[in-house]
């Protein structure tokens, strides 16, 4: 009898930790609704609707140079490092005004994504802000970060 009260007593505050938790993830454009995150070992994915929503996300911000009309961002992070790549999309590419011509990186991507093509980061002929190699091909934009940490 004692074990059974105690089994419902224990369900009853997880149902009610979950509400309370849940409660705050309804509201219309919040960020919880604009970020899915996946994590597979040391390496985090995001998804952002906008970069002005991923500039905000103080986890995994986007970086500074990213316009905030930028769509349909899509990028992973070591999270035991520095590398990342990046993929957006952009309707006018002259607004990556934080770019300059560069070579390209040469130092090739240890992650991968789905929308990342392989050796993308070879391609890459702009430094935009201090690190990130970019290549922009039409609307789409892909953006690749080094490692700088040495990793086991």
Avoid at 48 to 62: E, P, V, W
Avoid at 79 to 87: H, K, P, V, W, Y
Avoid at 119 to 138: F, I, M, N, P, R
Wanted: hydrophobic share 35%; charged share 15%; aromatic share 6%.
């Amino acid at each position: 009898m004692i074990h059974s009260k105690t089994a419902r007593c224990a369900a009853a505050l997880v149902i009610g930790v979950a509400a309370v938790a849940l409660a705050g993830c309804g509201s219309t454009g919040s960020l919880s609704q604009s970020i899915q995150q996946k994590l597979n070992g040391h390496v985090e994915t995001v998804d952002y609707a906008t970069g002005a929503i991923g500039k905000s996300n103080q986890n995994a911000r986007l970086p500074s140079w990213v316009p905030d009309q930028a769509s349909s961002v899509s990028e992973a992070i070591r999270t035991t490092g520095s590398e990342r790549i990046l993929r957006f999309a952009l309707s006018d590419p002259k607004t990556l005004t934080a770019c300059r011509p560069a070579s390209a990186s040469r130092t090739k991507a240890t992650l991968t994504a789905s929308w990342w093509p392989s050796g993308q980061e070879s391609k890459t002929d702009q430094l935009c802000g201090t690190d990130w190699y970019v290549l922009v091909q039409a609307t789409a934009v892909y953006a690749y970060r080094p490692e700088t940490l040495p990793q086991p």
